[in-house]
């Protein structure tokens, strides 16, 4: 899988933009503040119709004006196909070979991709929401019945916690249940979904992280379901507790993931060397989990990693991530990398205009 070019249109800083990509390595070099990011969440927002940095989308329109829209080719082993995103005050449209996809599901999956970025070194340490914001990203890359049972749940969990919020004494506890009964019906098949993901990702990262580590370390990922006997029996038998906080206190909204390296804890008790290793080992093990879902490797997204990185882990993050995906990196200087193939385009950005070194 390959990102051929990319077209821009008042996305951020930049107000018309087109580029075309090396197939196997992308640098995009200069100073903070200039526009690297922006190029790579542009990317991203192609893929998945998000953001990784931000959940209002009118932070993603230019200043001043009331639309933007970002398109690109993707190579696939199947064919070529032409995506678009725009994003206007009424909302998004996503289309894939020149069709509207309304459904989410339908979209996602078309340009499948890793980002690592600074904030994904929180993935280990950070508050439970980046894991669970984590699991559905990049399960629904590559099952898109996820994405649908994820907004069912979340639309029924919307409506059950404002009914929480109602004087008690006109909450029916028949409608409760009805809310229960719909909350449960989707929530299983995500947590099903999550258990499954975790337990394939373990794998690959396991052997991954021990590469890293020379084989001193052993990696273990816990998927830690908030659901602990029936989940049905479980929601019922809080119904007063709910009531009381007016939110819903049990369901995969409240799961999380924890990392144990050699049985401890990385979170609580790891070095900060360690937690980065598990962060990338589970990253790098993406890369194989999507190749053995989809068939075709995904691209790759650097956003400024690789300052946060010692010598030895940016020669196995390049090393691993180029022998087999198209690969996009931002950063301030090359100084710091190394062993570079003599085959990649480098792009030099500054105050939001790109051009292409020589």
């Known amino acids: 899988m390959k990102l051929d070019h990319i077209q821009l249109k008042n996305f951020r800083n930049y107000d018309e933009l087109e580029l075309s990509f090396h197939p196997k390595l992308n640098l995009f070099l200069g100073q903070n503040a200039q526009g ?31 639309e933007m829209r970002v398109a690109g080719t993707v190579e696939k082993a199947h064919g070529t196909v032409p995506l678009e995103v725009s994003l206007t005050a009424k ?5 894939a070979n020149h069709l509207k996809e309304n459904r989410l599901a339908d979209y996602i999956g078309q340009l499948n991709l890793i980002m690592f970025a600074p904030e994904n070194l929180e993935l ?17 890359q590559i099952r898109p019945v996820y994405l649908y049972d994820s907004v069912r749940y979340n639309r029924t969990l919307k409506e059950r916690n404002s009914y929480l919020k109602f004087d008690k004494a006109k909450i029916d506890e028949n409608f409760l249940s009805v809310l229960d009964e719909q909350l449960v019906e989707h929530g299983k098949k995500i947590m099903q979904e999550r258990e499954s993901f975790v337990k394939e990702l ?41 009531i009381f906080r007016h939110q819903t206190s049990v369901g995969p909204h409240r799961d999380d993931l924890a990392f144990f390296v050699n049985g401890i804890n990385v979170a609580d008790f790891g070095s900060q060397g360690q937690q980065r290793t598990v962060a990338l ?21 650097l956003d400024d990693v690789m300052s946060e990185l010692d010598n030895a882990r940016q020669l196995d993050l ?41």
């Not at 542009?42 to 004006?65: G, V």
């Not at 909302?91 to 289309?95: E, F, I, L, S």
């Not at 990696?219 to 989940?231: C, E, G, M, S, T």
């Open 202 to 242: 373990e794998t690959h990262a396991q052997t991954i992280h021990c590469q890293l580590t020379h084989e001193q370390e052993t990696l273990r990922i816990d998927y830690l379901k908030n659901v602990h006997i029936d989940y049905l029996t479980e929601l019922q038998k809080r119904h007063e507790h709910d």
């Open 36 to 66: 690297k990011t922006n190029i790579l969440e542009a990317i991203h927002f192609l893929a998945l119709t998000r953001s990784h940095r931000t959940s209002h989308d009118k932070e993603l329109i230019r200043w001043n004006t009331d």
């Open 281 to 301: 080992s589970v990253k790098l093990a993406e890369i194989d989990l999507i190749f053995e879902e989809t068939g075709e490797y995904p691209i790759l997204l």
């Open 124 to 140: 280990v340490k950070g508050a439970p929401s980046i894991r669970r914001r984590f699991l559905d990203m990049e399960i629904g």
């Open 91 to 95: 909302g998004r449209t996503a289309k």
């Open 318 to 358: 390049i090393e691993t991530a180029l022998g087999k995906t198209q690969t996009f990196i931002t950063t301030t200087t090359l100084d710091h990398l190394k062993n570079l193939p003599d085959g990649l385009s480098i792009f030099e950005v500054e105050a939001g205009k790109i051009k292409k070194a020589d």
